[in-house]
């Protein structure tokens, strides 16, 4: 297993494409519906790729056997006032490579960038009834508001949401 940072999504473009699809198609609450084609998956990941040139976001990626198999992103926040926090968000583990740790592996890479970037305070959004909810607590994060409603899924049905925080040091430590 290999965990990047990286600054340039088209060496993965194919990879990322088919970790989306898998994603929506199984029902993760990511933000699409399913059910998701290709060319929809691949203009998201073209439009996340523009923001990362821009930093206005990072990636990081798990790669097995080289093949993609786990993303999460972290949003920066442009606001003078919010330079010291970020937004985790998009967290897909390809099904074939669930219960392994990668969720986990993932967002300890998330914390160890964001400190690396002087982001002390993380902030995302879980449905409640999601897996990754549990993983969240274990791993630190504080709840601090649940909303009704908050997403709905392919069959309208409406889903509560659970929002998480954790501060985190800051370090000096590069993550290459």
């Not at 649940?146 to 949401?161: E, F, K, Q």
């Amino acid at each position: 297993m290999e965990l990047l940072k990286v600054d340039n999504l088209n060496p993965y473009l194919d990879d990322l494409v088919e970790l989306l699809i898998d994603a929506v198609d199984s029902g993760a609450p990511i933000g699409f519906l399913p059910p998701m084609s290709e060319p929809e998956a691949k203009a998201y990941w073209l439009s996340v790729n523009d923001e990362l040139q821009e930093n206005a976001r990072q990636v990081l990626l798990v790669r097995e056997d080289d093949k993609v198999v786990g993303s999460v992103q972290i949003g920066m926040s442009p606001k003078a006032n919010a330079l010291h926090r970020c937004d985790v968000e998009k967290l897909m583990v390809h099904t074939q490579a669930r219960e392994n740790g990668l969720g986990s592996t993932l967002m300890q890479g998330v914390e160890r960038v964001a400190a690396a970037m002087q982001r002390q305070l993380l902030i995302l959004e879980v449905r409640s009834d999601d897996i990754a909810h549990d993983m969240y607590v274990n791993m630190g994060y504080i709840p601090f508001g649940d909303v009704p409603g908050y997403t709905r899924s392919a069959n309208g049905m409406l889903h509560n949401s659970t929002f998480f925080y954790k501060e985190i040091e800051t370090t000096h430590e590069v993550f290459s």
